[in-house]
């Protein structure tokens, strides 16, 4: 009896994957493709922006800390690999009645990324985001969901970093 649920056990560690396995998907999954308006009123298509470099996706809001921090650690990494065709997607999903805010705020952080707003969580939906925030996607040029990263902690940049110069170099080849 104890041998079998010793195999049991064995069997769950083998065949079900860890966070960060699921975080780096193998077999690629195209992201939807979407549309928002900036806090610029301008309407941004997602498709209109693949095929020039990876594009970093966060969902994100004002009063999630730990989003705030993963863009703020992210601004060094925009500003090494902007001019490689990086793109910051930061998908805002305040409400309507924020927009003033996160403008204000955006201006006061410096963030030089696209802030989109999908006040209504519908792309968070599409997306499969889920209740946490940060949510982060790493496209490649094809519109691939390379890297999946749930929540934030300090050092997630050398993931991100990874994964960017992944897709960096595959377009030099």
């Not at 805010?101 to 802030?115: A, L, P």
């Not at 946490?132 to 997630?156: C, H, Q």
């Amino acid at each position: 009896m104890k041998l079998k649920n010793l195999i049991f056990i064995l069997v769950l560690f083998i065949f079900i994957p860890t966070q960060e396995k699921r975080d780096t998907l193998k077999s690629y999954k195209k992201a939807p493709s979407f549309s928002l308006y900036n806090i610029n009123k301008e309407k941004i298509y997602l498709d209109s922006l693949l095929n020039k470099g990876p594009i970093f996706i966060s969902f994100w809001a004002l009063w999630c800390k730990l989003c705030i921090q993963e863009l703020d650690a992210f601004k060094k990494i925009y500003d090494q690999y902007e001019t490689l065709g990086l793109k910051v997607l930061a998908i805002s999903e305040d409400g309507p009645r924020a927009v003033n805010n996160i403008k204000s705020f955006v201006k006061g952080k410096k963030w030089k990324y696209e802030i989109l707003l999908d006040p209504d969580g519908k792309i968070r939906e599409l997306f499969g985001v889920g209740s946490t925030l940060p949510t982060s996607f790493i496209l490649d040029k094809e519109g691939n969901i390379r890297l999946i990263s749930r929540g934030y902690k300090k050092g997630d940049e050398k993931k991100f970093v990874k994964v960017i110069e992944e897709i960096i170099n595959e377009a030099k080849e």
